[in-house]
């Protein structure tokens, strides 16, 4: 205890309160993992804030240059199902909702294209969404809360 700082020993302890509700819980209740909002770029910053007071200064401006492109993206983090599951869940949302939606290439455009939404695998059950919004549009944002209580009710077997 004595060579750890109490900074460090807060940052640590924010880690783990925040692993335990984004990851633990529902890993717990059998349901994929979804971070999204401000928990990604809070996330990142504790992580690289713990680097940072471990090893370099330095760090920190990373963590906060990564913190600052994952806000301003609104990407979520869906850890759990594969790229083809969440395809077909912003299928299923936007039915749901009576959106119009259409695939261009690695995009998927909803509402007329007034939002573009892009899955990035990172690896078979691991894989990051983007929002882009190109126009304001109540219908791609009802589809996008949609996709979001699809995505958190999925049950893993």
């Known amino acids: 205890m004595s060579h750890m700082s109490i900074p460090l020993l807060i940052a640590v302890l924010f880690f783990v309160l925040i692993s335990g ?5 529902p890993m717990y209740k059998k349901r994929p993992v979804l971070i999204k909002n ?5 996330y990142a910053i504790i992580i690289f804030g713990i680097i940072g007071l471990t090893f370099s200064n330095f760090v920190y401006i990373a963590g906060i240059l990564i913190a600052l492109f994952f806000y301003i ?8 199902l ?3 599951v969440v395809t077909e869940t912003i299928q299923k949302a936007a039915a749901l909702t009576r959106t119009a939606l259409e695939q261009d290439g690695r995009n998927h455009l909803l509402d007329n ?3 573009r939404i892009r899955i990035f695998s990172l ?12 126009s304001p549009s109540k219908r791609a944002d009802l589809s996008k809360e949609v996709l979001r ?3 958190q009710n999925y049950y893993l077997s």
Not at 73 to 80: I, L, S
């Open 21 to 25: 509700y984004f990851i633990i819980l």
């Open 149 to 151: 209580k699809f995505i």
């Open 123 to 134: 690896s078979p059950r691991a894989n990051l969404v983007s929002f882009k919004e190109i």
């Open 113 to 115: 294209r007034s939002m």
């Open 82 to 84: 594969s790229k083809e």
């Open 38 to 42: 401000i928990g990604l770029p809070l």
């Open 73 to 80: 993206t609104k990407m979520w983090v869906v850890f759990g």
